[in-house]
């Protein structure tokens, strides 16, 4: 049991000839590869910043599909997956499962207060990981990250409940807001 604590296993693995043997190689995430331990937050986010904007995205709408039982959640969990792994293999660990965790309990919470669903927990659960990754990263990224996840949260939510609403316009302010703040 890891009672809560992140773990990290990430395998990049890539294959080459050296005649006549076949060899394996395996590389280290590049948040470890700096000769000075951990990469900054920031240089990792710089690295990723288009795959942390599609995990938050995907992750509203793999909790809204989920919740309101749509055909398209399988393929959520594949977006979501492919763009979560680009996170853990750039991203401290610490970071990346923030993030995760924090779009999924948002996306959680929201979708079932708009199926009529009880959210008990969730909305606190969203607000533990947010505090946690404003603690990792400078206050005005951690915000936009924070409110883009809940806008597209709000987006998937209304949008699978047949409620217009212009939640997607407010995601794309927010994760523009977190690019530019990248650089």
């Known amino acids: 049991?890891?009672?809560?604590?992140?773990?990290?296993?990430?395998?990049?693995?890539?294959t080459y000839r050296i005649a006549p043997y076949s060899c394996l190689r395996l590389q280290t995430p590049p948040a470890e590869r700096e000769a000075g331990?951990?990469?900054s937050n920031?240089?990792?986010l710089r690295e990723v910043k288009h795959d942390v904007k599609w995990m938050l995205w995907n992750m509203a709408w793999l909790t809204a599909n989920d919740i309101f039982?749509?055909?398209?959640?399988e393929a959520s969990v594949n977006r979501t997956d492919y763009h979560q792994a680009r996170m853990d293999w750039h991203l401290p660990a610490e970071l990346a499962t923030q993030l995760r965790w924090m779009a999924f309990n948002g996306g959680w919470h929201v979708a079932r207060y708009r199926r009529g669903l009880d959210t008990k927990d969730h909305r606190d659960r969203f607000e533990w990981h947010a505090a946690r990754v404003h603690e990792l990263l400078p206050a005005d990224l951690a915000f936009h990250l924070k409110?883009?996840?809940?806008?597209?949260?709000?987006?998937?939510?209304n949008?699978?409940?047949?409620?217009?609403?212009?939640s997607s316009c407010r995601f794309q302010e927010h994760s523009d807001s977190f690019h530019r703040l990248l650089g």
């Not at 409110?147 to 939510?157: E, G, R, V």
């Open 37 to 39: 331990g951990l990469q």
């Open 159 to 166: 949008d699978r409940a047949g409620i217009s609403s212009d």
């Open 147 to 157: 409110w883009a996840m809940w806008q597209a949260a709000w987006a998937a939510s």
């Open 69 to 73: 039982d749509h055909p398209g959640a």
């Open 1 to 14: 049991c890891l009672d809560g604590n992140a773990i990290r296993i990430t395998f990049n693995i890539s």
């Open 42 to 44: 920031m240089a990792a």
